[in-house]
């Protein structure tokens, strides 16, 4: 019973280039969206993270765009670098309930 | 340095056995959580706790039992009745709801 779908399962960008990851959720009660970067052996940090009365966020390189009315939000990797190359995922509300996961790869 | 110490990090399980993941925080988080972790699957909730003497099933209980008698510390044991216990074990807090989740940096566990 997922509650919050994410694509894609992976991804391989080339060094510089933006890196997007979807997630589409369904219950409109949600109201905080963080994202999480998990690197191999550790567990996952939060990222960034947006509450639905804005409809973007950006920390540096990271940005989550987010659409209310479609229920789906997004994170845009700009300038993806190497060390980039992690799990991502994304979770909506304290719901307990997380997308399945992106592994991205950067290609130097 | 405040977070969540989780130990062992690797756990070797003979059939029949039952083995107990211990999860510590020092961030005064009220809620705990325990996750299971498999190739491709994300993570899966097992059991949580809000408060003290209190814990509820996640979406994947069956075969693991916790105890919550420290606001400190939320330990996993997975019991022989898990019959599929390979994972990547992961223990995580928050202080409030819609607040992030804090993890640990996890347990692997092997059958042997």
């Known amino acids: 019973q997922q509650q919050v779908k994410q694509s894609p399962q992976s991804l391989i960008v080339q060094k510089g280039g933006i890196s997007i990851i979807n997630c589409a959720y369904e219950?409109?009660?949600?109201?905080?969206f963080p994202w999480y970067q998990q690197f191999p052996g550790k567990g996952p940090a939060l990222l960034i993270a947006?509450?639905?009365?804005?409809s973007e966020k950006k920390e540096g390189r990271f940005t989550i765009s987010f659409n209310k009315s479609a229920k789906q939000f997004s994170l845009h990797i700009m300038d993806s670098q190497p060390g980039d190359s992690a799990t991502y995922f994304c979770?909506?509300?304290?719901?307990?309930?997380f997308g399945a996961g992106t592994r991205l790869t950067v290609k130097p | 340095d405040g977070g969540i110490t989780q130990s062992p990090k690797y756990l070797f399980r003979k059939e029949g056995q039952n083995v107990t993941l211990s999860c510590e925080q020092n961030?005064?988080?009220?809620?705990m959580y325990w996750y299971r972790q498999d190739p491709g699957q994300g993570l899966r909730l097992i059991y949580y706790?809000?408060?003290?003497?209190?814990?509820q099933k996640g979406d994947i209980a069956e075969g693991y039992s916790v105890s919550r008698e420290k606001k400190e510390s939320f330990p996993l044991t997975v019991t022989s009745a898990q019959k599929n216990p390979t994972a990547f074990y992961l223990c995580?807090?928050?202080?409030?709801?819609?607040?992030?989740?804090?993890f640990g940096d996890g347990t692997r566990l092997s059958i042997l």
């Open positions: 995580a807090s928050s202080s409030l709801e819609d607040q992030p989740q804090h």
């Open positions: 219950n409109t009660a949600f109201d905080y």
């Open positions: 947006i509450r639905p009365d804005v």
């Open positions: 979770a909506a509300d304290n719901d307990m309930r």
């Open positions: 961030l005064n988080h009220d809620a």
């Open positions: 706790s809000q408060i003290v003497n209190d814990f």
